[in-house]
């Protein structure tokens, strides 16, 4: 069983530390410079209005020579919509991807989605597909820290953020 935890203190709070963005926003410099190991982690970011699928984060990664990818978790409450937003998220050639060992397979390839120095993939929204579908989740989680281990030690490592508000996943360190 997957913990997934709620955090009461942050449900509907209308005001944020400004500290958080700045955390959050050193925390996401500091993996693209190589400072910090790549990993899964949860991205604790501030709620804001108009936060989620905030594409910021991509240009930042894009101009370190990371290659972003954004899995837009409200898609996907269950295993075969994630493994339909994979595809289309990272863009897999037809037919790859389409089951989990398939997707395993791919998230370790990546030939087509070339990076300078590495892949950073955020997923927002992950607390539905934790809620609906917990061993599809448990599998996303195991397949993202096979993934991230298989990119470690090569040019162009991996890392996964977990984008939680108020929400956290227990084993999952946190990042900011």
Not at 53 to 72: I, N
Not at 124 to 139: I, N, Y
Request: charged residues 25%.
């Amino acid at each position: 069983m997957i913990a997934v935890a709620r955090d009461p203190a942050d449900a509907g709070r209308a005001n944020h530390r400004g500290d958080d963005d700045v955390d959050a926003n050193r925390a996401l410099d500091e993996l693209t410079a190589g400072r910090l190991a790549p990993g899964v982690y949860q991205w604790r970011t501030p709620p804001a209005a108009g936060a989620l699928g905030d594409a910021a984060w991509t240009e930042r990664a894009g101009e370190a020579g990371w290659r972003g990818f954004h899995l837009d978790g409200r898609r996907a409450s269950d295993s075969g919509e994630f493994l339909r937003l994979c595809g289309e998220t990272f863009g897999f050639p037809e037919g790859v991807g389409t089951t989990w060992e398939a997707l395993e397979g791919a998230l370790t390839d990546l030939s087509w989605a070339p990076a300078e120095h590495g892949y950073m993939v955020l997923y927002e929204s992950w607390s539905e597909l934790a809620e609906d579908d917990q061993p599809a989740f448990r599998a996303v989680l195991d397949l993202f820290a096979g993934a991230v281990k298989r990119w470690r030690d090569t040019a162009t490592p991996m890392t996964v953020l977990l984008s939680s508000v108020g929400v956290e996943v227990a084993g999952v360190p946190r990042l900011a």
